[in-house]
């Protein structure tokens, strides 16, 4: 990775209205705890594997390891950047962009969106609520 701009923003923002999950243990979004995730966030190792439009991505920091296997155009479950179970819904904003929208299974809170864009030899990461 080469940059990190405003997940501690959105840490905070997430963390006003929902807990973040690390190993399975509920607790709020603190300066602390968005301190360590702001760290392992920066420095990710990230393996992506695509056979037409399938996609295998696997994300792993030293707090947490994600992965989520789906098909562009398909809803399949994943979970929010702070742990919460939703279903996705990615498709193709142009050629080289993706866009997903997550909608939690259970309770409120804010929704989520990211996208993963594609820009020479860089894949650009955004996340949204």
């Not at 301190?35 to 707090?63: D, G, L, M, W």
């Not at 742990?83 to 809170?109: D, F, I, P, V, Y």
């Amino acid at each position: 990775m080469k940059s990190s701009e405003n997940f501690d923003e959105l840490l905070k923002a997430l963390g006003k209205k929902m807990p973040f999950i690390i190993s399975d243990v509920s607790i709020g979004v603190n300066a602390m705890l968005r301190k360590v995730a702001v760290a392992a966030a920066s420095k990710p190792q990230v393996e992506i594997r695509q056979t037409e439009e399938h996609f295998y991505i696997k994300t792993s920091t030293t707090v947490r390891t994600t992965q989520i296997n789906f098909v562009v155009g398909q809803e399949f479950h994943e979970e929010t950047v702070d742990g919460r179970k939703c279903k996705s819904l990615a498709t193709w904003e142009t050629e080289n962009k993706m866009h997903c929208r997550q909608t939690l299974l259970s309770g409120n809170g804010p929704k989520t969106y990211w996208s993963r864009e594609l820009r020479g030899d860089e894949l650009i990461l955004v996340s949204r609520l």
